[in-house]
DNA sequence: AATATCTTTCAAAATATTTTGAAAGTTCGG
DNA sequence: CCGAACTTTCAAAATATTTTGAAAGATATT
């Protein structure tokens, strides 16, 4: 395989990828040609490697730095402006988590609390205890890997990498 | 808020969530219902408390059955089948990681080991350096959170929520 | 202030996913 | 073997998501 084809593979495997990450895959595949990219890229050169409109390169390219994957940077003299992509895996990682986070589990977890303050109580008790139980637990598991993903965030790379792996995997 | 009130809340909330996680909106909600849900439930009843066709019903029972988030239950002297969900939400996530591993992971770490064959290694030295060292630190990072997701699947809970919890949150 | 260069927006079109429902398939009792 | 009771299939319809591209918005240059 030359060098090239494997780029384009990446390309390929990532915005594959991203589909099962709540990423786009126009968004994903974006990414990984920043990643793949020595050189800051403008919109035309995306839409050009791509083969994607202006439109879709543009808004796509903006979820990235929503994302914090990919950052703008202007070049001395060029009124154009670049993009260039997070190149740290664990950064790219924790900004994952972050995101989703804020998207899927916040919210989730707002409404699970919601869910307890349920007025008949009395009547059908049975029934209520378990409803509550259910909704107590799955509360109790988010708040489990809620707090994996706050460790992470905060976490050095090195600290999860070493000391975690190790006592984990062993 | 009532008791039913509530569950139907949650059947929708689940739905939603649900889409995030590579889960279609119908299952995740015939998995809510079947959560909470005392009483095993024939497609009939489904199709009734969901609004929704037989057919879809039939093909989104099938597929929680594979993902080992419903089971056929049938009853004595009946001749229809019905389904009960998975309530221990320990059990839920598993199945869900490990579902999710055999789709996703699994062949995206195929995928980047392939990319490393290269063999023009010599022009490009650089390049080629920079786009191995991409590939080898995505497949560690993926390699790492496969194994916590593999002790994960070995794990007991009690393990994870009590020695795990205390070692990562304190 | 007119023009050129580049970015953003957004309604309409294209594409992808999900759902329907009727027909075909299966299994059981008689 | 037949018919009743149920389940499964799948092509077509409905719905949801993504993409396009032309127009509108910025901003720098003359």
Same mark, same amino acid.
């Given at each position: 395989?030359?060098?090239?084809?494997?780029?384009?593979?990446? $390309?390929? /495997?990532?915005?594959?990828?991203?589909?099962?990450?709540?990423?786009?895959?126009?968004?994903?595949?974006?990414?990984?040609?920043?990643?793949?990219?020595? @050189?800051?890229?403008?919109?035309?050169?995306?839409?050009?490697?791509?083969?994607?409109?202006?439109?879709?390169?543009?808004?796509? +390219?903006?979820?990235?730095?929503?994302?914090?994957?990919?950052?703008?940077? $202007?070049?001395?003299? @060029?009124?154009?402006?670049?993009?260039?992509?997070?190149?740290?895996?664990?950064?790219?990682?924790?900004?994952?988590?972050? =995101?989703?986070?804020?998207?899927?589990?916040?919210?989730?977890?707002?409404?699970?609390?919601?869910?307890? +303050?349920?007025?008949?109580?009395?009547? %059908?008790?049975? =029934?209520?205890?378990?409803?509550? %139980?259910?909704?107590?637990?799955?509360?109790?598991?988010?708040?489990?890997?809620?707090?994996?993903?706050?460790?992470?965030?905060? /976490?050095?790379?090195?600290?999860?990498?070493?000391?975690?792996?190790?006592?984990?995997?062993?």
């Amino acid at each position: 395989m030359k060098l090239d084809e494997a780029k384009q593979q990446f $390309v390929e /495997a990532w915005g594959t990828l991203g589909t099962n990450w709540g990423i786009n895959r126009t968004m994903a595949q974006i990414h990984a040609l920043l990643l793949v990219s020595d @050189e800051p890229l403008s919109t035309d050169e995306i839409m050009d490697k791509l083969d994607i409109s202006r439109g879709n390169a543009n808004m796509n +390219l903006r979820a990235l730095i929503d994302w914090g994957l990919a950052e703008r940077k $202007v070049k001395l003299g @060029e009124r154009m402006e670049f993009f260039v992509g997070e190149k740290d895996i664990w950064k790219v990682a924790v900004r994952i988590i972050r =995101e989703r986070r804020k998207r899927e589990i916040d919210p989730m977890r707002a409404t699970l609390r919601n869910l307890t +303050l349920i007025d008949d109580k009395d009547d %059908k008790k049975e =029934e209520y205890q378990k409803f509550i %139980k259910l909704v107590k637990d799955i509360d109790a598991f988010a708040e489990s890997t809620d707090k994996i993903a706050d460790k992470m965030i905060l /976490a050095d790379r090195n600290w999860f990498y070493g000391t975690l792996m190790k006592l984990m995997i062993k």
